[in-house]
């Protein structure tokens, strides 16, 4: 047998799965009660559709706290700045100096001030 479809997970618009069961002279009892179910399900996801059309879905925005983000970076940046203006370079060592350079660089790699 060759498969000129391939099956995926879902559902679909058309289904041949009772058709095909027909075709391999499945008992007709079974055949029509799987037509019953389809019918069911069919009438249960026109229901949801309708009323998922009709109803209001609120999605987060993924920008709504984009400002309040821009604030706290400023902030973080002023800080660091401020930091920064107030380390006294003609009175420091040059082994302090590369461990405040440390300190700064590992505060701004973990994002804290």
């Not at 069961?21 to 009438?43: M, P, Q, V």
């Not at 879905?57 to 993924?62: A, H, R, V």
Request: proline share 2%; aromatic share 6%.
């Amino acid at each position: 047998m060759i498969f000129l479809h391939k099956i995926m997970e879902g559902s679909t618009d058309e289904s041949y799965g009772i058709y095909v069961a027909k075709l391999a002279g499945i008992n007709e009892k079974i055949i029509k009660r799987a037509e019953e179910i389809l019918n069911i399900l069919e009438t249960e996801d026109k229901i949801k559709s309708q009323m998922i059309e009709k109803s209001e879905i609120i999605s987060p925005s993924l920008f709504e706290n984009i400002d309040l983000y821009r604030d706290i970076k400023k902030q973080e940046e002023s800080d660091l700045k401020k930091e920064i203006k107030n380390i006294d370079i003609n009175n420091i060592t040059p082994l302090q100096a590369f461990l405040k350079l440390k300190e700064l660089k590992e505060k701004i790699e973990n994002g804290k001030d």
